[in-house]
């Protein structure tokens, strides 16, 4: 069975926050720009944690589109 990373994103029109669970209460987070140099900056800092399971909260969901198209 293969075990997922759970990571948390909020989304906002110029940023995203991130969250990711590290497990006995304990997590890290980090703030991106909510355009593409900043989906690559996700990218490339969600590598340690390797597989994840996303979930994300904001008020429109038109204002992730393009974070959730890179997402999957």
Known sequence: MQ???PVGI??????????????KAA???????NTPKGF??????LEPFGDCLYAWKQ?????SY???S???
């Open 40 to 45: 690559d900056a996700l990218k490339k800092w």
């Open 27 to 33: 997590y890290k987070s980090k703030a991106f720009s």
């Open 66 to 68: 393009c974070l959730l």
């Open 3 to 5: 075990i997922l990373t």
């Open 59 to 63: 008020q429109v969901l038109t204002v």
């Open 10 to 23: 909020d989304v906002a029109s110029q940023k995203f926050d991130v969250a990711v669970w590290k497990g």
């Open 70 to 72: 890179w997402l999957i």
